[in-house]
């Protein structure tokens, strides 16, 4: 996996070779769709920045700050260790302790940027890379709206280049909605090409596949005119992000989904039919990373 330009210092423009972008603007949209007890289904447009972990100081300008107010802006707190470090370190130390040493390339970091100094990322992604550019680790950094947090830190089995045929598999951990237990686990598989990328994650609690999530789009350069654009598009996208989340759990209790609170009881355990990270194989593996 290694689309040109993304994973290393340079990219060809005709016959002429020009450094990468030090930060992507991903532009698309995320799918949410729950299968049951009811059918419900959601999706919305976004913009993600993808920053080169190494390169963040480049990209501190007049119109996108990093670690400081900008219209758009990159805060180390907000990420990883969440005390201001820097956060390449941090995610080396991370994959160096879960034993990832094939992972010595590039990090980029996807998430939302704060907008206007506002952001709120229910997952943000840490892509790292080998020195040949091929994707080895993904760490998913979950967030809730209670202010809690985890990582899930995965790998392909023995560490193997991750490919879009590849399923990321890890139990779940963080309590996310107050209508699904803590049980089961994710599927991850990752796609990208020279000017798209998507992740899609699929949970499945004790009864089965439950809820699938996507979220992608189009890639191009982050500069100032395409800042701009996509600022423009979506001026209020972080606070929109939560106001979202609070008006579709609103449409899911009218719709007398199963409401299981702040603090649901233990998760119910599962069989190999149904408990996808259980028997068989694993297709990768799973470390939890705690920031705090």
């Known amino acids: 996996m290694k689309p040109p330009g993304r994973n290393s210092d340079t990219t060809k423009r005709g016959d002429s070779a020009a450094p990468a972008p030090a930060a992507w603007l991903l532009t698309g949209k995320v799918m949410h769709e729950r299968l049951r007890p009811k059918h419900h289904r959601f999706t919305y447009p976004v913009f993600y920045v993808r920053c080169d972990l190494d390169r963040l100081s480049s990209l501190d300008s007049g119109w996108f700050g990093i670690d400081r ?50 952001a709120f990322n229910p997952v943000s992604f840490w892509f790292c890379h080998d020195r040949d550019g091929r994707l080895r680790a993904l760490l998913a950094e979950v967030r809730n709206t209670f202010g809690e947090r985890h990582g899930y830190l995965l790998s392909a089995d023995g560490n193997a280049p991750i490919t879009a045929e590849t399923r990321l598999m890890c139990r779940k951990v963080l309590h996310v909605s107050p209508f699904c237990r803590v049980e089961g686990g994710y599927t991850f598989r990752i796609k990208e090409s020279p000017n798209s990328a998507s992740v899609s994650i699929d949970y499945h609690d004790a009864d089965g596949l439950l809820l699938r999530t996507a979220l992608g789009g189009r890639l191009t350069p982050l500069t100032r005119a395409t800042a701009l654009a996509a600022l423009l598009r979506q001026p209020l996208l972080t606070v929109g992000v939560v106001a979202r989340i609070h008006w579709q759990a609103l449409r899911l209790a009218l719709r007398n989904a199963p409401f299981y609170g702040k603090n649901p009881a233990p998760g119910r355990s599962a069989d190999a039919s149904t408990d996808h990270a259980a028997g068989g194989q694993p297709t990768a593996a799973a470390r939890s990373v705690s920031p705090d």
């Not at 107010?69 to 390449?88: E, K, V």
Request: net charge positive.
């Open 69 to 118: 107010w900008r219209p758009l802006s990159l805060h180390q707190r907000d990420h990883g260790p969440r005390d201001g470090s820097d956060l390449a370190t941090w995610m080396r130390a991370q994959l160096s302790q879960a034993g990832i040493e094939e992972a010595n390339g590039r990090i980029w970091l996807q998430a939302f940027p704060r907008v206007f100094g506002y």
